[in-house]
């Protein structure tokens, strides 16, 4: 089985500043998506890393797939409170289904 | 609809009675998937369904657990005898790869049915 641990599991801070969540695992993935959840609605995709070192950017958003396809990380540059949500990351799919994180809970503070 | 959707949003239920979830997927997705969200487990996966075909239940939690998809399209969910361990947020997702999924296609997921178990 394949497992996913996201740190932290929780994170408050002040609007402006930056952040930093890890999704880390034992296992080997052929890709990582990261997705965003706000209460009452399903998980929207953000982004999907394919390429091993792979770095892709959504606006303030920054992604990276670790060299060896175990690990990943997002980056929030100047956080805003429209950031505040469920950050979850995600690996596998197809006829298994996705296996996720148990995700970070981000509160960005006015 | 544009997006998948599902029905009831929320179910409060008596432990021992059976519930029926359902999942109205992007038209012409070809693939759905049923999710389960709860506060210790997060996001867990249940069951897949590629057009018309028969799915794999080994992800199904018990034997209480079903699932169907009528004509390629909707799905049902129902839990029998639901206990309170079933309380939980059943999320239903779609994607749209005609020739089977792959890991990069993109599931798109219903806002959920909240369902709790008294």
């Known amino acids: 089985t394949q497992l996913l641990e996201q740190s932290p599991q929780f994170l408050s801070i002040q609007e402006g500043e930056n952040l930093t969540v890890y999704c880390n695992s034992s296992s080997v993935f052929s890709s990582l998506q990261w997705y965003r959840q706000e209460p009452g609605e399903g998980p929207v995709l953000l982004v999907t890393?394919?390429?091993?070192?792979e770095v892709k950017k959504l606006k303030r958003l920054t992604f990276q797939f670790g060299d060896a396809r175990k690990d990943s990380s997002l980056h929030i540059t100047a956080a805003q409170p429209g950031d505040t949500g469920l950050y979850l990351c995600?690996?596998?799919?197809?006829?298994?289904?996705?296996?996720f994180g148990k995700g970070t809970h981000l509160i960005i503070q006015p | 609809g544009a997006g998948v959707s599902q029905s009831p949003s929320n179910k409060v239920t008596e432990k021992g009675k059976d519930v029926e979830l359902r999942c109205d997927p992007i038209s012409g997705h070809t693939a759905l998937y049923w999710y389960r969200q709860s506060l210790g487990q997060g996001l867990e996966f249940l069951i897949y369904?590629?057009?018309?075909?028969?799915?794999?239940k080994s992800g199904l939690p018990s034997d209480r657990f079903s699932a169907e998809r009528t004509g390629g399209s909707v799905s049902t969910l129902t839990i029998q005898r639901t206990q309170q361990e079933d309380s939980a947020v059943y999320l239903c997702a779609s994607s749209g790869r005609l020739r089977g999924p792959s890991s990069t296609d993109t599931q798109y997921f219903g806002p959920g049915t909240r369902l709790t178990v008294l």
């Open positions: 890393v394919v390429t091993g070192g």
């Open positions: 369904f590629q057009g018309n075909s028969a799915p794999d």
């Open positions: 995600a690996g596998g799919g197809g006829a298994d289904g996705l296996t």
